[in-house]
């Protein structure tokens, strides 16, 4: 059998606060996204999401680059970069032309896409997406092309997701310090949306909690849009914090007993379990003065954090008007979504129907960077495989906004030397 061919190739980086994690893909002339090589290392300044020190932060990246570069075999300038923090913000802004009943033509779409795009505040934030949703003939909405129909007026709602202005040049100078061209910074949830939630899901709308290290985006999809986020500053490293502080331990002890025996659940056989408490992170083994701790004690400690980080989840899907019949469903994924009896713990408290996303869609993707931790990571894989109208061309990551609203002539010649050479 004849192998597939690589056409184009996809490079992604996600730097989170407790790894950078990189993979390589291809994709096949018939489509097919294949996984290349794959690369993590230990995240170092970065810290609740955003970047604190770029030395430190342009190593991890370099390295966890690196290793997935010998793994596939090339190099790579050009990657994909995703985004989880930095003051994100969602919003909607509709816009219309009079047509006069004329037969709508690709001209009057640009036209109308234009006129969106001028319509836009950004209140002094920078846009990493400005994409149009369906469109409306008449006021009526639903239509996912309008060209060769006709009305009397047409309108669409621009979808437009804000970052503050310098966590997202920090990134691109992360990024560039370590010889990396950026194709473009997604937000999180965007590409996350993209690698764990089903088309059909996006359609009839869907929450998405992506539980973090540090940082926990809550974000809706309806209308097979994202249409709303909210971000918390807490997540999965503060479970283990409030373990350190409580038992008297170093944070690699407290990490491994999370990993291994803490659970949002608790048990009556939980007061019968001793747990050992394990070697620190320089290998030394547990001291006569470490505590003794019950199984009981640990998930104590796990379920009060849990119960805050998920009572500020309830708030912010009320927040973004999450209820009613249709909103009953909600996919849970980031590294936190690992911890045991998570998704069972949240289904509870909020009462509503809770899965855990896991990454779809690559072919060949080793079983260590195939679970929740991962999902913003091939997610970026995947948007940046499709092919998605956005009018956010003219917006520079390293100044303030060019004018115009395609990119200038001195951009398209540096872009096809870039890719011709």
Not at 9 to 38: F, N, W, Y
Request: glycine share 12%; charged share 20%.
């Amino acid at each position: 059998m004849k192998a597939a061919r690589v056409e184009k190739l996809i490079s992604a980086i996600d730097i989170g606060s407790s790894k950078v994690s990189a993979l390589i893909a291809g994709q096949t002339d018939s489509g097919e996204l294949l996984v290349l090589g794959t690369g993590q290392r230990e995240s170092r300044g970065v810290t609740r999401g955003c970047i604190a020190d770029i030395e430190q932060a342009e190593l991890s990246v370099r390295h966890a680059v690196e290793q997935a570069e010998r793994i596939a075999g090339i190099n790579i300038d050009r990657v994909w970069v995703g985004m989880s923090s930095g003051g994100l913000d969602s919003l909607l802004a509709p816009v219309e032309i009079e047509l006069g009943g004329d037969r709508i033509t690709q001209d009057d779409v640009d036209q109308l896409l234009q006129a969106g795009r001028a319509n836009i505040h950004t209140g002094g934030k920078m846009p990493l997406h400005i994409q149009p949703t369906l469109y409306s003939l008449d006021g009526v909405g639903g239509v996912a092309n309008p060209v060769g129909l006709h009305a009397d007026r047409l309108g669409v709602d621009i979808h437009v997701v804000l970052a503050d202005q310098s966590p997202v040049r920090n990134i691109d100078m992360t990024a560039r310090a370590a010889h990396l061209d950026v194709e473009s910074v997604v937000v999180a949830p965007v590409a996350t949306g993209l690698a764990c939630l089903t088309s059909e899901e996006r359609e009839l709308g869907v929450a998405l909690v992506e539980f973090g290290a540090a940082v926990t985006n809550v974000s809706v999809f309806i209308g097979g849009m994202l249409v709303g986020l909210e971000t918390i500053q807490k997540g999965a490293s503060d479970i283990t914090d409030d373990i350190a502080s409580t038992f008297g331990i170093r944070r690699a002890q407290a990490e491994r007993l999370k990993c291994f025996h803490g659970s949002a659940l608790t048990s009556p056989r939980d007061h019968q379990e001793i747990l050992e408490v394990g070697p620190d992170e320089n290998g030394n083994e547990a001291g006569a003065h470490t505590p003794r701790i019950t199984k009981a004690q640990l998930n104590a400690v796990v379920c009060q954090r849990v119960d805050g980080i998920v009572t500020e989840i309830g708030q912010a899907l009320k927040i973004l008007g999450f209820s009613g019949p249709s909103s009953h469903q909600i996919v849970l994924t980031g590294g936190g979504a690992e911890l045991k009896g998570i998704a069972e713990h949240m289904q509870g408290a909020l009462g509503r129907t809770v899965r855990i996303g896991r990454p779809s869609g690559l072919s060949g993707i080793p079983d260590a960077h195939s679970g929740p931790a991962f999902s913003t990571l091939v997610g970026l894989i995947h948007y940046a495989a499709s092919e998605r109208i956005d009018l956010k061309s003219g917006y520079d990551l390293r100044g303030d906004q060019m004018s115009g609203a395609m990119p200038s002539l001195i951009e398209r010649i540096k872009r096809a030397i870039r890719e011709n050479f």
